[in-house]
């Protein structure tokens, strides 16, 4: 598969080193060109310096070609926009990573269905470990 990853975030970083330790091509798009030059030798995937959120280099990614496209930055309007404009780019599906929680319901309206709220999840998880805690 073919995977974008917006930012360079920490969370970002691992998930494209177990997406390309998996196999998958990985591109990260990230506006800092000192963090590009900190990762390069040590991450094996593409990087596209520039801003994501614009039109203009998110299609330098080839969105028809792409399978998924993670917004994964610590801003949440960054993520949303950049998500929409990956879905009208052609994206075959977008991932939002969002910490606000009143986004939410924006997101569904928007049709951004792969929302990820991390106090969820990782609420979930929790009582998912409580359930198969042994006895």
Known sequence: MR??????????????????????????????????EELNDTLDC?????????????????????????????????NIITSLIGKNLGIARVVTLIEEEDYLPICEELGLHDTILPVRTVSRHLVGLTKASPD
């Open 3 to 36: 995977l974008v990853i917006l930012g360079a975030t920490t969370l970002a970083v691992a998930t494209a080193q177990a997406l390309s330790k998996a196999g998958h091509e990985v591109v990260i798009i990230e506006r800092d060109a000192a963090r590009i």
């Open 46 to 78: 593409a990087f596209l310096h520039g801003d994501g959120s614009r039109p203009d280099v998110l299609s330098e990614v080839d969105p028809k070609q792409t399978d998924i496209l993670y917004c994964v930055t610590n801003h949440d309007q960054t």
